[in-house]
Structures are given as structure tokens and as C-alpha cells.
């Protein structure tokens, strides 16, 4: 992780926050920290997958969940056959 950021899962602890998995920083590292609640209702796995495979769009997920219905719905579509 070094010189990168990454999203983790935690739980809060009084004025500590303790992450699900290593971190891979040494002990005593200074770190930048932003907190968000966890939605319950949304598969964590899931939604760990798609930040990691997506990135950026993780914080957009409604944006990217319309383009994806979109994308469904136009692969539905009837197509022309194209003339030689």
C-alpha cells in the first residue's frame, strides 16, 4: 500500500476505529482518515468488491447502478442487420 490509499471496513470503538483487516502500514504511521457510515442493507462483500474493482465509482454507485440498468436494457434492444 505504500504511496496509495485504499477503502476499509472498521467498527468504531470509543475514539479508536478498528479496521476488519491489516492495513499494511507500520505502527505509529500517520494516515489521512475519512468516515462513513456502512450501509446494513447493502451486501458488504459486494460492496467491497465493487470499490476495489471500480475505484472511484464506488462514490457514485447510484450514478454507476443507473448505467448499469441502462446498459441492461439497451442490450435488449432489437438491432438492424447490417447490409454488405
Known amino acids: 500500500m505504500a504511496g496509495g490509499s485504499t477503502i476499509r471496513t472498521g ?11 491489516d492495513l499494511g502500514l507500520p505502527e505509529g504511521q500517520a494516515v489521512s482518515v475519512t468516515v462513513a457510515p456502512v450501509d446494513a442493507s447493502v451486501d458488504s462483500a459486494m460492496s467491497d468488491g465493487l470499490r476495489r474493482a471500480f475505484g472511484a465509482l464506488s462514490a457514485e454507485a447510484e450514478v454507476f447502478d443507473a448505467y448499469l440498468a441502462w446498459t441492461r436494457e439497451q442490450r435488449k434492444a432489437p438491432r438492424r442487420d447490417i447490409q454488405p
Open 11 to 21: 467498527v468504531v470503538r470509543g475514539r479508536t476505529i478498528e479496521c476488519d483487516s
